[in-house]
């Protein structure tokens, strides 16, 4: 079964630190393109991290730039998201999710068809 | 950045009505845009992607076209289950989605 499951949310203080991880399993892993996206308590959903299969490109949203680290270990199906300077407007529930990838006519589209159940961060004093 | 807009924020339907949901962007994306439904506390669910591609294992009462700026969802005839909220997202310049449309009984 193809499965993502994330792990390391928590209660954290404002300024602190927190590292997600999402165990992949029933899938390639190192085969794909891999995101985090979050959804703040009552609202919608926003894309917040991209990394490539080898790591070598990663993308942010400008809110988390600086902040924010993806990374991923393909040797244990894990992909994981530093989280530094943590802000209020941080807490959200996380997921992860695989980029899936289609070749149709000359071209490539990408979309997040796999999500774990997510994870919780809140950021409280 | 490229912005999503979608609209209505919020739809009342009726089972076996219609539904069309409108989502524009800022700027061209070609067909770079995927369709997810939500139901609440759970993960979104992918429904359409490449604008128009159904994901297997979806129904086929969903259905997406449009390109460049303008995008719609459709349900030809809404079941119990579709009662979610809905966002789009583009994958021209990695990510952003609309603010989502929620779909609630009459």
């Known amino acids: 079964e193809v499965q993502l499951v994330e792990s390391g949310g928590g209660l954290v203080q404002p300024g602190g630190s927190l590292r997600l991880s999402c165990a992949a399993s029933g899938f390639t892993f190192s085969s794909y393109w891999m995101s985090w996206v979050r959804q703040a308590p009552g609202k919608g959903l926003e894309w917040v991290a991209n990394?490539?299969?080898?790591?070598?490109?990663?993308y942010y949203v400008d809110s988390v730039k600086g902040r924010f680290t993806i990374s991923r270990d393909n040797a244990k199906n894990s992909l994981y998201l530093q989280m530094n300077s943590l802000r209020a407007e941080d807490t959200a529930v996380y997921y992860c999710?695989?980029?899936?990838?289609?070749?149709?006519?000359?071209?490539?589209?990408?979309?997040?068809?796999?999500w774990g159940k997510g994870t919780t961060v809140t950021v409280s004093s | 950045d490229i912005q999503l807009t979608q609209s209505p924020s919020f739809l009342s339907a009726s089972v076996g009505d219609r539904v069309t949901i409108t989502c524009r962007a800022s700027q061209g994306i070609s067909s770079y845009l995927a369709w997810y439904q939500q139901k609440p506390g759970k993960a979104p669910k992918l429904l359409i992607y490449?604008?128009?591609t159904l994901q297997s294992g979806v129904p086929s009462r969903f259905s997406g076209s449009g390109s460049g700026t303008e995008f719609t969802l459709t349900i030809s005839s809404l079941q119990p289950e579709d009662f979610a909220t809905y966002y789009c997202q583009q994958l021209n310049s990695w990510g952003a989605f609309g603010q989502g449309t929620k779909v609630e009984i009459k």
């Open positions: 990394i490539k299969q080898d790591g070598s490109e990663k």
């Open positions: 490449a604008a128009s």
């Open positions: 999710a695989r980029v899936g990838e289609a070749g149709i006519g000359l071209r490539y589209y990408y979309y997040m068809d796999v």
